[in-house]
């Protein structure tokens, strides 16, 4: 049996052959590499006798700084409690405030008031207290009622149609039991005029 044959079934088949020359040479070139491996020449081995020198050490620069100072939270605390302090008083006077406009001292004082005659010739008729606009519209009282101290000293703001001024309050009780004695019952209007009123005896 010839080669021939099986060369013509693969020419047949359509199959390329490679040919045998290029085989040759590549494995020639491979084992050209192989020997050029095999003779390459070793690294020399170098030894040190001595320890490694080190090398020279710069410290980092570092830039001194001060610790940040410590808050202290008694500003805070210190103001906060003054807030609350002074919220405290201001509703404190407030309703202080009310207490005497509700007191039947200020009633039965009023009601006089509105009667006199001598007041109404200077100030004018619907005379009521003054309204402030810190209070939101309710008159200032000054001064105190203290009925079980038998004590009573008030001045506030009183105005009419025509005009307005101070009005002023003192009565006192003497002894326990006994009833109160008016020492100052009087309006000083803004122009000047003083008008005292009539004494009456607050219940």
């Known amino acids: 049996m010839s080669l021939r044959t099986p060369l013509r079934a693969l020419?047949?088949?359509?199959?390329?052959?490679?040919p045998l020359a290029s085989l040759r040479a590549r494995y020639a070139t491979t084992s050209e590499q192989q020997q050029q491996q095999v003779h390459k020449p070793k690294p020399e081995v170098e030894t040190f006798d001595k320890t490694a020198r080190p090398g020279l050490y710069y410290p980092r620069p570092q830039r001194e700084r001060d610790l940040p100072p410590?808050?202290?939270?008694?500003p805070a605390i210190f103001i906060m409690g003054a807030?609350?302090?002074?919220?405290?008083?201001?509703?404190?006077?407030?309703?202080?405030?009310?207490?005497?406009?509700?007191?039947?001292?200020m009633q039965q004082i009023m009601n006089?008031?509105?009667?006199?005659?001598?007041?109404?010739?200077?100030?004018?008729?619907?005379?009521?207290?003054?309204?402030?606009?810190?209070?939101?519209?309710?008159?200032?009282?000054?001064?105190?009622?203290?009925m079980p101290g038998g004590n009573i000293d008030l001045s506030f703001r009183v105005k009419g149609h025509k005009g307005a001024?101070?009005?002023?309050?003192?009565?006192?009780?003497?002894?326990?039991?006994?009833?109160?004695?008016?020492?100052?019952?009087?309006?000083i209007a803004d122009d000047g005029t003083e008008v005292n009123i009539n004494p009456t005896k607050p219940s």
Do not use: C
């Open 112 to 146: 006089t008031i509105r009667e006199s005659p001598e007041l109404r010739a200077v100030i004018g008729e619907a005379i009521r207290p003054e309204p402030v606009w810190w209070l939101n519209g309710d008159p200032w009282i000054s001064g105190a009622i203290h």
């Open 83 to 105: 807030l609350g302090v002074s919220a405290w008083a201001v509703f404190m006077v407030f309703v202080t405030n009310q207490e005497k406009l509700s007191s039947s001292v």
């Open 70 to 74: 410590l808050q202290s939270k008694w």
């Open 11 to 18: 020419a047949s088949s359509g199959r390329t052959l490679r």
């Open 165 to 187: 001024g101070t009005l002023y309050f003192t009565s006192i009780r003497r002894e326990k039991g006994q009833p109160f004695e008016i020492l100052r019952f009087k309006v």
